[in-house]
Each structure stands twice: as C-alpha cells, then as structure tokens.
C-alpha cells in the first residue's frame, strides 16, 4: 500500500509538468507564429555564428595538417588568420542578434502586463470587496523575471542550435568517423535532459507553491500565537503545521532528485564525447584521420559545442523551470498557489512593562465577589462556599533572574460571576497580570488557582475548559463565520449563536459578511470588526472566567459598553484591562496597579483613598 502510494506521488509532477506545457504551447506557438519576420532576421544572424564555429576548428586543423606539420609555418599562419578574423566579426553579429531579440521579447511582457490588468480590473469590477492583492507582483517582479527568462532562454537555445549546425558540419567536413563516436552520447545527454524539463517544472513549482505557503502559515500563527496558547489547540495547529513543512520537505527532495537526474545528463552529453573521442584515437588514426582532423575536433567539442550545451542545459533548468511556472501562474490568473489560510497580519504588541520592586506585599483579597448585573440573566446556582474563578496567592514574577519583579507577592481573589476591572499606566504590568491569570505566564513563586485549580502542570486544553483569554489583537481565521464563533464553543447551536451575535450587537456585522455560513477574510476587515467577532466567539464559551486584555479597544464607547455589560451578564466571571472610565465605573470592583501598592475596591472607594486612580480617573475625563 505504502509504495504504491509513494509511486503515484513520484509520478504526479511528470503529469503536472506535461499538463502545464500542453496549457503553454498553443499560446506559445501562436505568438511565435505572429513574429516570423523576427524569427527569420534572427536565424540570419545566426547562421553567422555557424559559419565563425564551423571555421573555428577547420582553419586550426588545416592549420596543423598543411602548414605547421608540413613544414609550411606560413600557410599555417595563413589559416590561423583566417581563424581570427572569423572572431572578429562577431561583434557587428552580436548587435544584429540583440536587436532582433529586443523585438521578440518586448511583445510578450507587454502582452503579459496587459492581461494582468485587464483581469485585475475585471476581479475588482466584479467584486470590489476582494481586491487581488497579487496584481502588482505579477506587474512588476514576475512580468520582468519573464522578460529575462524569456530574453536568456532564446539568447542560449539560438546560441547552442547555430553552434551545434556549425560544430558538426565541421566534424563531417574534417572527418565523417567523429560523428560515429560523438553523436549517440551527444544524443542520449540531450535525450536525457529533455525527459527531465517537464517533471522538474512541475517539482519546481509545488516547491514554490508549499515554500510560499509554510511562509504565509508562519505569518499566521505569529499573529495568533496567544489565542491558540489560550485556547488550548496548540496540538491541533502544531500537526498541521508539522503536515504542510513535511509536504514542503517531500517537495525538495523531489525537485533534488530530478536536478541529480539533470546533472547525470550534463556529465552524459558534455563530458562522455571528450572521453570517447580520446579513448577511440587509435581507431581513428588508423582509419586515415589525421592529427590536425583530431585537434579540430577537440576544438570543436571543448571550445565550442560543450560549452554551448552546458550554457544550454543550466539555463534550461533554471530559467527555463522558472519561466513555465510564471507562465503558467500568468496564464491561469493566479500568481500563486498554497494560500490556503491566510489568517490577520498582526502587529504584535511588544510591551515592556515597568517593574518597581514593592515594599510590602500587596493584599487585595476579598472573600465575596460583587453582585450581579441586575439586567443579566440569572446566575447559575453554586454551592454557598463556591471557589474563586480566579485566585492568585503569593505571587511574583520578573522577566529574567535579577530583574525588578512586576508582581511582587501578590494575593488576589475574582469571585464567582465578579466583575474586576484592571486599571494602571501604560507597562506596569496589567497584560502581565493576565497573562499569569490564563496560565500563559508562570510566576517565579506564589500558586495561581483556577476555580479552585492548580494551573501548574495543566495541559492547554485543561486550560481552555476554565478561562478565555481575548488580546487586544484579535484573532480572527479564514473560515466560515461559524466557524470562528464556535472555535470556543464547538457544540452552540444556531440559536446560541444567533442569541450570542444578538447580545453583543453584532447583527450588522454577521449580515455584512453574509450570515453564518458566508466566508470569513481576515484582511477585509477592520480591527473593530475582528475584536467584535472574537468576544462574540468569548460569549459562547462555558470557560467560567473571562479576561479581556484590552479586547474592546477599537470599538466606540456605545459598542464597549454593550459588549461588556453582556459578557458580565453571562455565567461566568469577568476581568477587565480598561482604558476608559465607563469601562471601569460598569465594574464591581476595580483593581489599581501603581507599581508600588496595589489597591482595590469600588470605583468610590478608590477615588478615596487612591491617589493614582484620582489621576487616572482625572486624564480619561480630560481625555
């Protein structure tokens, strides 16, 4: 099972390469067609080269035969002067080449960047929502690796024809028993190169498209890596990155094995002709050719034919592969393949939190939670005595040995259905506080509890079932939007979700996008858009506590509002990371980080008793 399986995929890029020249030759033969005046004042030109090759060698082996062997130095001078002057033609010849070619490639990058834009403008037309994004690179990078490509591949398969006409004219002109001993390996190296071209353009391209899309899923993953820690999937995303890099890693052998087949036949038309030639001198010698025939052929194979098949066959292999892939992405629209989950860019958020070594530990327990939102929905019964949704005991932690803690011996309790807000200056250690909370950060002493949990030792799943973490950098994937909402929540109905997108007022939106089942692309949304989806996907999760690090950062104060008195009224606790007063005020308790004390209490208490909170209350007024 196992090898047949591997011999269908070995033999999946020779069909692929064969089906993407049978796409390219009818375009192909019909531009060529259309230029025949270009093609003929080209070959003109070119036949110039035949005559420099095929003098080359048959001047050096007169030259030998009849003059310098004969006695003669002077007819031999003679012939070696004829030899020059042949070369020094080829400037004029080389200008004449040039100029044809510049007429035969110009046309097709114009014609190219024609047909990117004109498909370009037509995808916008006709759904201006999803602009193609790939236009410019296939304008301006692919169009010229074309051009060159395209202006390299002609300049050396002209070179190499006319160069091999002149080559073995002079070959049966000085003796028609080289052919005998040149020709089949010649023509096997040629043979063997050729199998290779469609095969190795297609192991070339599924290298490009699965390199591409390692890329673009690295990016993917960077932006989300904290919601995937969060939401416990580390497993699930880990094996199918681990599946797309082994798919990447099969591709490069691939394309290794055929470039080892390409050099095979290199060593087989460029090298195996010299050996032969040597090897069969006696032969030759004893069939009448003579010592000048033999140094004219030797010129002819080392000087003039290998160096032009082994300039063939490298751009060929190179330029040639790169030039069928671009074609092709050109000729089916698409600039390039394996962007199968192109998740947000994000920015990241590098903050550098301000650490201040405290005096006296901070104690800011409180044994009750605060009381429920009257407006939400009832609360699910608990045992009198019910553990804390979140509780912290002693902790502290610093970024690195020696380094000033951010918390310092910190005790904190969030009851059950709570409402805390977190407030403080920017880097003193409020993403740092929930980080700790959703068991992504691990304090250097103290214990953190999750309802009446240990978090040590918890796998990211276990985390995942006892509280959701939502960053201020939403994470939103291309799927469905159903998909996205019951990431958390796999087993909500329709009506759940439709209750959940009602609560947090985000009928508009899902209706934008089409309903829950329209498609979801992260890069046409906006920032607001992404952190409303992402706290509705919060809302259906049955995590008993909820910890928004700044998550309603880019929704307007009406839009905050809403969403956070409906994510307080569901079961469940809630701690908040604000950075407006209304946010703080709508919470039952909130908690001051100054980097020295923390304090905590009600919005009144704290404006008591709380210088910081005075001041921060005083600059979001002013603000």
């Known amino acids: 099972m196992g090898k047949a399986a591997g011999r269908k995929r070995s033999g999946r890029p020779s069909r692929e390469g064969r089906g993407t020249l049978r796409r390219l030759l009818p375009p192909g033969r019909r531009f060529l067609l259309r230029r025949k005046g270009v093609l003929v004042r080209l070959a003109g030109w070119s036949l110039l080269e035949s005559a420099q090759t095929f003098l080359g060698g048959y001047c050096l082996a007169r030259a030998l035969d009849e003059g310098f062997l004969a006695g003669r130095t002077g007819r031999g001078l003679a012939w070696l002067a004829v030899a020059a002057v042949a070369i020094l033609v080829g400037g004029p010849l080389v200008r004449g080449v040039f100029a044809q070619l510049a007429e035969l490639v110009e046309p097709l990058r114009d014609g190219l960047v024609r047909r990117a834009v004109g498909r370009s403008l037509d995808a916008a037309v006709a759904d201006p929502s999803h602009a193609d994004g790939t236009a410019v690179s296939r304008?301006?990078?692919?169009?010229?690796?074309?051009?060159?490509?395209?202006?390299?591949?002609?300049?050396?398969?002209?070179?190499?024809?006319?160069?091999?006409?002149?080559?073995?004219?002079?070959?049966?002109?000085?003796?028609?028993?080289?052919?005998l001993v040149v020709g089949p390996?010649?023509?096997?190296?040629?043979?063997?190169?050729?199998?290779?071209?469609?095969?190795?353009?297609?192991?070339?391209?599924?290298?490009?498209?699965?390199?591409?899309?390692?890329?673009?899923?690295?990016?993917?993953?960077?932006?989300?890596?904290?919601?995937?820690?969060?939401?416990?999937?580390?497993?699930?995303?880990?094996?199918?990155?681990?599946?797309?890099?082994?798919?990447?890693?099969?591709?490069?052998?691939?394309?290794?094995?055929?470039?080892?087949?390409?050099?095979?036949?290199?060593?087989?038309?460029?090298q195996l002709p010299v050996i032969l030639l040597l090897a069969a001198t006696p032969w030759l010698l004893r069939q009448g050719v003579t010592a000048g025939a033999l140094m004219g052929a030797l010129a002819y194979l080392v000087q003039s034919l290998l160096p032009a098949l082994h300039t063939l066959m490298t751009a060929l292999g190179a330029a040639g592969t790169r030039l069928l892939v671009v074609l092709d992405r050109f000729e089916s629209g698409a600039s390039g393949a394996g962007h199968a989950a192109a998740g947000e860019p994000g920015t990241g958020r590098a903050t550098q939190e301000r650490t201040v070594r405290k005096d006296t530990p901070a104690t800011v327990r409180k044994d009750g939670p605060a009381a429920v939102r009257k407006d939400g929905p009832p609360a699910v019964p608990r045992a009198r005595r019910a553990a804390p949704a979140a509780e912290l005991r002693s902790v502290t932690l610093a970024y690195g040995p020696g380094a000033p803690p951010v918390l310092d011996r910190l005790d904190l309790a969030v009851g059950p259905g709570e409402h805390l807000a977190v407030v403080g200056p920017s880097g003193i250690g409020k993403s740092t506080l929930t980080g700790v909370l959703a068991g992504l950060l691990t304090p250097g002493t103290g214990t953190v509890l999750l309802s009446g949990q240990p978090v040590a030792g918890r796998t990211a799943r276990d985390l995942a079932g006892l509280r959701v973490l939502i960053p201020q950098q939403a994470y939103v994937f291309t799927g469905t939007v159903r998909e996205n909402l019951t990431q958390l929540g796999p087993r909500a109905t329709t009506r759940e979700l439709l209750r959940a997108v009602a609560a947090l007022d985000a009928d508009a939106l899902v209706g934008r996008l089409g309903g829950l089942d329209a498609t979801v692309e992260p890069g046409a949304l906006s920032q607001g858009e992404r952190q409303m989806l992402a706290l509705c996907r919060a809302y259906l999760s049955p995590a008993p506590l909820m910890v928004l690090d700044e998550a309603t950062c880019h929704l307007d104060p009406a839009a905050e509002a809403r969403a956070e008195e409906a994510l307080a009224a569901r079961p469940g606790a809630l701690v908040v990371v604000a950075h407006r007063l209304s946010s703080a005020r709508r919470a039952g308790r909130v908690l001051v980080l100054d980097g020295t004390r923390p304090e905590c209490g009600t919005h009144d208490e704290l404006l008591a008793r709380s210088a910081l909170y005075r001041d921060l209350t005083g600059h979001w007024q002013g603000g």
């Open 139 to 179: 304008l301006t990078h692919q169009s010229e690796i074309v051009r060159d490509s395209f202006a390299g591949l002609v300049l050396t398969a002209r070179s190499f024809v006319f160069t091999a006409i002149g080559a073995l004219a002079g070959l049966l002109a000085l003796a028609p028993q080289f052919l």
């Open 185 to 270: 390996p010649l023509a096997l190296g040629l043979a063997l190169f050729l199998a290779t071209l469609a095969p190795m353009a297609a192991a070339q391209r599924a290298f490009l498209d699965l390199d591409e899309a390692v890329a673009d899923r690295a990016g993917t993953l960077g932006a989300g890596l904290r919601d995937i820690v969060a939401c416990g999937t580390r497993t699930e995303v880990a094996d199918q990155a681990e599946r797309l890099i082994e798919s990447a890693a099969r591709a490069s052998r691939v394309l290794a094995r055929w470039a080892a087949v390409r050099t095979l036949a290199l060593g087989v038309a460029g």
